[in-house]
């Protein structure tokens, strides 16, 4: 029975397979890092910090890809990181924007001193005609 010698200098007979070769070993940080700020600006874009933060991470996550497409590692990562954070970013423009409007909408009930007088305001607010 012969032996050769495959490319990583192992012995191998003739019918058996070379070992398959592992993916890159490596980590793309500003990857993990787009995807973490962008699922907490994600989360806390109810009170518009989630924008800041999507802005942070779409930044991380753009760098996060031309690391990728050098190293090839961490791409998807860096995908979902600039997905999370634009969607972080769009979501808290829309709950600033609907703060000013519901904000000028209701600023003649802000004179009230009592709950009760402030809600039965806003509701004739909005469902006057």
């Given at each position: 029975m012969s032996t050769q010698m495959n490319t990583q200098g192992i012995q191998t007979s003739p019918n058996q397979a070379a070992p398959r070769q592992a993916a890159p070993a490596g980590?793309?940080?500003l990857a993990l890092a787009a995807v973490v700020l962008g699922v907490i600006g994600l989360i806390s874009s109810i009170v518009v910090v989630g924008g800041l933060l999507g802005v942070i991470g779409l930044v991380l996550g753009v760098l996060a890809l031309r690391t990728a497409k050098r190293t090839?590692?961490?791409?998807?990562?860096?995908?979902?990181?600039?997905?999370?954070?634009?969607i972080a970013i769009v979501a808290s423009v829309l709950v600033a924007i609907s703060a000013v409007w519901f904000a000028h909408k209701t600023q003649s009930c802000y004179q009230f001193n009592r709950i009760q007088q402030w809600q039965h305001c806003v509701h004739q607010q909005f469902t006057a005609r």
């Open positions: 980590k793309n940080g090839g590692v961490g791409r998807g990562k860096a995908i979902t990181g600039t997905v999370t954070s634009s």
